[in-house]
């Protein structure tokens, strides 16, 4: 039988999940509605509602208690430190989804490049097939999973001061690497600075990397020096 929780103003005051758990569902009923009018929602809050409902779903395992509490208690469900770790995760991809779909670019419908691979999305070629069509709010969980595990993780055990940088310097180099490579990003000169923990110096690397077959393109050039006034407004 369905019943209402006798105390639940001090749930509301307390319980970080039920927040974000309200949150989550305000941010998803404005994507319904959004459907609704045949419209395609803002990068920002496609992105922002998996991240809110995945907080929800961390704060359920943790203590419910309040922040002070919290950050002295060692007896939790789990540590804060692994709370605080996937914390961080989340806040570097809700930066560094957005800026990187900004200059990757969305096309819904599969297409060939300009080398004959499939791509779609925000230039997923893994298992594309001629045909393949998906909806925006598909196409950003496919970038999100692809910068986490594919680009921000690797880069990460490369460098492993990077989870120690601010949260800004972490998506600009996440979203650069998504562009570049793996294997390039860890071989080169600002990998070298950021592993001495020279913030600065490492974001100033970025502009140099603005060339594609040997030349330079305008595109890349606007490119990173987005990337670099994302990465030293973290500084």
């Not at 758990?21 to 509605?33: E, P």
């Not at 914390?87 to 490049?113: F, S």
Request: aromatic share 8%; glycine share 8%.
């Amino acid at each position: 039988m369905f019943q209402l929780i006798p105390n639940w103003k001090e749930t509301i005051r307390f319980a970080w999940s039920v927040r974000f758990i309200a949150i989550a569902f305000v941010l998803a009923g404005a994507q319904g509605v959004i459907a609704l009018l045949d419209k395609a929602a803002p990068a920002w809050l496609v992105v922002l509602t998996p991240v809110i409902a995945a907080a929800a779903g961390l704060a359920r395992i943790v203590a419910q208690k309040n922040l002070p509490d919290f950050l002295t208690d060692t007896s939790g469900a789990i540590g804060r430190k692994t709370a605080g770790g996937a914390a961080v995760v989340a806040a570097v991809m809700a930066m560094a989804v957005p800026i990187t779909a900004k200059w990757e670019g969305l096309r819904t419908e599969a297409y060939r490049d300009v080398v004959g691979v499939w791509t779609v999305c925000y230039g997923e070629t893994e298992g594309v097939q001629p045909g393949d069509v998906h909806s925006s709010a598909e196409c950003a969980g496919m970038l999100e999973e692809r910068l986490l595990e594919d680009y921000y993780r690797p880069l990460a055990a490369c460098i492993p001061t990077l989870v120690t940088a601010p949260i800004e310097v972490q998506a600009a180099l996440t979203s650069w690497t998504y562009n570049v490579g793996t294997g390039a990003a860890c071989r080169s000169t600002l990998a070298r600075y950021a592993r001495a923990g020279q913030w600065e110096a490492a974001c100033n690397e970025l502009p140099r990397w603005n060339r594609a077959g040997g030349r330079v393109w305008q595109g890349l050039v606007n490119r990173r020096a987005d990337e670099r006034g994302l990465c030293l407004s973290g500084l």
